[in-house]
């Protein structure tokens, strides 16, 4: 059995974590944890590339130096703030309502529906991914995917969550791996796959709500029926509370950090006689300079917590999911904020849940690595045992081609069409936008291409697709570029463990099988009803549009 490395970069806000992982079959191995402090990052997003590219290209150096190998791609996660969440329909009306409903109509239906998403701003915006939520016939209603599959029906809706990001944040991403020729496997939208390294597979059916504490950015995501319905993210974490100290205690951040780790704690109540010992700050001179008790530092501690805490609470209220009757299974709390003493606890006392720590379930070994085990490396671990199920990918490898594909009518052509980031093939035949702009023509692409997307491409030895920076290709016209979504890879939240995520592209088979039905049906005669559309949002469009504003369903709420 071959065996194989995963990489993945958590661009954090205060750390960027660099976690390699021996696969040989389904045991995974963590044999490299680091975490590094970041710059250039603000709010989980890369704010200044260059600034990352310098920290990262020591991260990745001093892994590779470690390990003896040389890392040539990379799993990576999207921003978890500037995301808003929208909810889309799709129907279609089926040819034969006495058949089986297959796998490749139900895929149909997904690519029906991001197709056709309006995006607001297609030059600004990119799909960061979608889960599907449920399926019905005129029969059925809210069927789950494996469910659905099988029945009979005329006519077959679907319903889905769609995530929307910032393309600019997308592209800042590639640009930090496009300079040190790193290609990215994938890229993951990490809310889904930080669940799926916390929580357990009862939780997720019985209804929980996952709360991500981490520096600039938390997170709430809530799943109900193993599926993930609704995320919503604020610009608050552990950061606010470093800051609060430092102001309070007119300490620098760095000095706040190392107190605020070493002897942080909410509900300072309930310390005893920690509360009331002292810590003394000393000068390089050994010569005392301050002097702060536990309690106090509990005490700031405790207050900006609270406002963090309540703005999550106000966001699961928000959500309609905050019946204890339908989160049985409480609140799991996780990210480096979790670590806090009686972080758990107090939520607890505000909310009425019940509430644990989620720390990433040990899928996997990691001697050597205790860090690995912490909760603030739950989405380094849950991007890892995502892109195990992929059997082909190995970080040490050269990052194989993606692929072109052209549309079945020729279009027009243009020397120039417009570079999209984080663009996903459609599955229909039809040409897919880069993730990076390209120089030359498709048919001719440089063997020194890497791709960076997680984009998939066909099998069918079509041109290969890259997202290195260069200067467009010429066969997407103007007209069609700003107005087809782009679509970032990700992996779907609450799908079974190595499944396949809800945007796959079709196989040479399924393309097969729906040019014969489509020839078949030419023979009838018989005009086909067209697919019917119905859209809807579930978001209230009341945000102000000015730059800074918060895209996660928040409305101002006061912090």
Known sequence: MEERYIASVDLGTSKLAVCVARILGNDVQVIYYRETPSQGIRYSYVNNPGKVEGVLRDALTQAQQELKIKIQQVIVGLPRYYVRQESASASMIRTDSDSQIEESEVKTLKSMALEEYPLSDSKNEVIYGAVAQSFSTEDSLNELENDIVGMTAEKLEGNFKVFIGS????????NVFNSMNIAIAKKYFTPGITARAVLKEEQMENGVALIDIGAGVSSVTIFKGKIMRYYAAIPFGGNSITRDIKTECNFSFDLAENIKRAYGACMPGKLSAMGEKSIQIVDENDEPTAQVTVKYISEIISARMKEIIEALLYHI???????EDILRAGVVVTGGGAEIVNCANYIKDLSGYSVKIGYPRRFFSCEGCPEAGE????TSMGMILAAKADKMLNCVNEAPARRFWT???????????RSLSGAEGQGDGSTPLTNQSQSDDHRSMSDDYRSQSGAEGPSDGSTPLTNQSQSEAKDLDEERAPEEPAIEASVIAAQEEEGPSVFDDYTPDEIKKAKDRKKERQKERKPLPKPKFTWFKHIQNTISKAAGDIFDDMENEEI
């Open 317 to 323: 209220q928000a959500s309609g999911y905050a019946s």
């Open 407 to 417: 549309a079945p009518k020729p279009r027009p052509q243009s020397d120039d069409y």
């Open 375 to 378: 909760a603030s490396a739950a």
């Open 167 to 174: 393309r600019r944040h997308s592209i800042n991403i590639d």
